[in-house]
């Protein structure tokens, strides 16, 4: 008689409760995923995109239509789409424009082979198509690109001003773009043209006012700081002063809570309090003995300092802010310093003029004509405090898009232009390449596509007769002709009209989201941990803590 087989034992490797899906359905619920982030931020993409009013938790109202903006706030928990908001991230924060189109090209490549996914091709063969035709479209970016002559200085500065133009023309400040493109490009030009560390603009945002109210200034302004008495009595603009910026706190020192000094006699009480008193007028008269006629400090100045450099004429503010200090340091020189004792002539700065001012209903301190000045200040104005928000935001879009444009000089034209150009290329491309290559490579130059059709259909135009066209005109050779959202014809020669992009803000978006795109392909498990019933509970105790705390409790010690 044959004996069964015994029994297997059923192997337990996952917590209970652990949610694990694979498979074909895995990798298309990502897909599906992806797809529909791209779908909220399609309506912002082009010079007609919508904006989204997106509020938090606490209430707070944020109106934006930048990419990286909206999917930080939106807080997306799905695994496989946190991706996305990955790659908006990494181009904000290289390239500082293209954020929504990063995101619109990676979704609309996994839509492109999605039928592909469903009738069995391996996504590792649609990842080697990916890539392949990215590694075609970089190549043809860097050949057809345009190299700005730098040598002409007027030259490189329109330049310079039609690539700021061209990314706020999809911001809520398009209205104002010649003047906010020429600020944009003083700003940048202000800096220190190896390093062009963006930081060193400041943004200050004052509501009330209109746009055109906003300024850059050429070197430091920074808010009024807390004063005491005797801070009106003092003069409020000099020209060519002497700057002090310290890191001293010059106030009375209360005793320490828990200091005990015994005196037998009230002159010794006397002579501590004079003591206190002795020491913080060596360090004002330290200060005077310097020629100073600024003096800021990062911690605070009490009302005897505020008071004793108002009778001397000088100007004093504490509690700066640290990296308002720092900005002021790199734009009038000097340094800071942590004493008052032994301040030489070389660490203190200097500007051609200071002055406090009203601006809006704040006062601000201006330090202009500073001969460092490695660093400037926007100061923006406007209706409501969204709306400045919305303008720092843009302006910092136009930033970064202008700094790249100084550090590469090599432009291609916006408006769906290059990626028609692109298209046409690869479908050419993979004609002559056999096997399911030449269908992924295709779908790859179709997926190339949603950018002018966004523009399109965001403009409410008809984007399938004017994709009909700029095909046929990339077809006879004219490589440069995109989405024209205000002309009759609908398209025009975008080069010609000034609609000019950093190549390099191209080249990042198809390098990330080929990248993006292949990630999500290559996943086709997701095992996701169950979650706590405590949403945070604290750190485990270690073993036998209970037992050792239960020792003792009516029981008798065991003895040792």
């Known amino acids: 008689m044959q004996r069964g087989l015994p029994m297997q034992p059923t192997v337990v490797l996952l917590k209970e409760g652990t949610d694990t899906s694979q498979g074909k359905p895995q990798l298309l619920s990502n897909i599906s995923a992806c797809l529909a982030i791209a779908e909220t931020l399609a309506s912002t993409l082009g010079p007609r995109g919508m904006d989204k009013l997106i509020v938090n938790e606490r209430g707070e109202a944020q109106i934006t239509n930048d990419g990286a903006t909206i999917l930080k706030l939106l807080d997306i928990v799905h695994p496989a ?17 293209g954020t929504t ?3 619109l090209l990676a979704a609309q490549l996994l839509k492109e082979v999605r039928g592909y996914i469903e009738e069995g091709v391996s996504p590792h063969i649609i990842m080697k198509g990916f890539r392949k035709a990215a590694e075609l479209a970089i190549e043809h970016i860097k050949s057809v690109q345009i190299t700005v002559d730098r040598s002409d200085p007027e030259q490189f500065r329109s330049l310079l001003l039609k690539c700021a133009s061209t990314s706020m023309s999809s911001k809520l400040i398009h209205s104002e773009k010649p003047f906010f493109s020429n600020m944009v490009v003083e700003a940048v030009q202000c800096l220190d043209q190896e390093d062009l560390n963006e930081g060193l603009i400041g943004v200050k945002k004052i509501p009330g006012g209109g746009m055109q109210d906003s300024l850059l200034v050429k070197g430091v302004a920074f808010k009024k700081t807390f004063t005491y008495a005797g801070a009106e009595q003092q003069p409020k603009s000099f020209r060519n002063p002497l700057i002090l910026s310290l890191n001293v706190e010059l106030e009375l020192k209360a005793e320490k809570d828990n200091a005990e000094v015994r005196v037998e006699h009230v002159s010794d009480y006397q002579a501590i309090v004079d003591a206190e008193w002795e020491i913080i007028y060596r360090k004002l008269e330290a200060i005077e003995q310097t020629g100073a006629k600024i ?7 009490g009302d005897l300092a505020t008071q004793w450099f108002a009778d001397r004429d000088i100007f004093c503010a504490g509690r700066v802010p640290a990296d308002d200090l720092q900005r002021v340091v790199q734009a009038v020189g000097g340094s800071i310093q942590s004493t008052c004792s032994d301040i030489k002539r070389e660490y203190l700065g200097t500007c051609g003029y200071f002055e406090e001012r009203q601006i809006g209903g704040e006062r601000y301190n201006l330090f202009t004509e500073c001969p460092k000045a490695k660093t400037c200040t926007l100061i923006l104005r406007g209706g409501a405090e969204q709306f400045i928000e919305e303008v720092e935001r843009s302006l910092h879009d136009a930033i970064m898009v202008v700094k790249r444009a100084v550090k590469n000089g090599d432009i291609v034209a916006g408006g769906g232009a290059i990626e028609m150009d692109l298209s046409s290329r690869i479908r050419k491309h993979a004609l002559s390449i056999p096997g399911k290559l030449q269908l992924v490579m295709i779908a790859f130059a179709k997926a190339l596509e949603v950018i002018p059709r966004q523009i399109c259909d965001n403009a409410g135009l008809d984007s399938t ?14 490589q440069w002709y995109g989405v024209d959202v205000d002309g009759p014809e609908g398209i025009r020669n975008n080069l010609e009209a ?19 795109a292949c990630l999500i392909l290559s996943v086709d498990e997701t095992v996701r941990a169950p979650q706590n019933e405590a949403q945070n509970p604290g750190p485990k105790a270690p073993p036998g803590t209970a037992q050792r705390a239960l020792r003792g409790r009516g029981r008798g010690m065991p003895r040792r």
């Open 81 to 97: 789409a946190r991706t996305l908001v990955d790659i908006a991230r990494a181009q904000d924060a290289e390239v500082g424009d």
């Open 465 to 478: 007769d004017i994709l009909n066209k700029l095909r046929m005109k990339h077809a006879n050779g004219e």
């Open 101 to 103: 189109s990063v995101v």
């Open 295 to 301: 003096v800021l400090s990062k911690l605070p100045i």
């Open 498 to 516: 000034f609609v000019w992009e950093p190549s390099l803000v191209k080249v990042n978006a198809i390098n990330s989201a080929t990248e993006a």
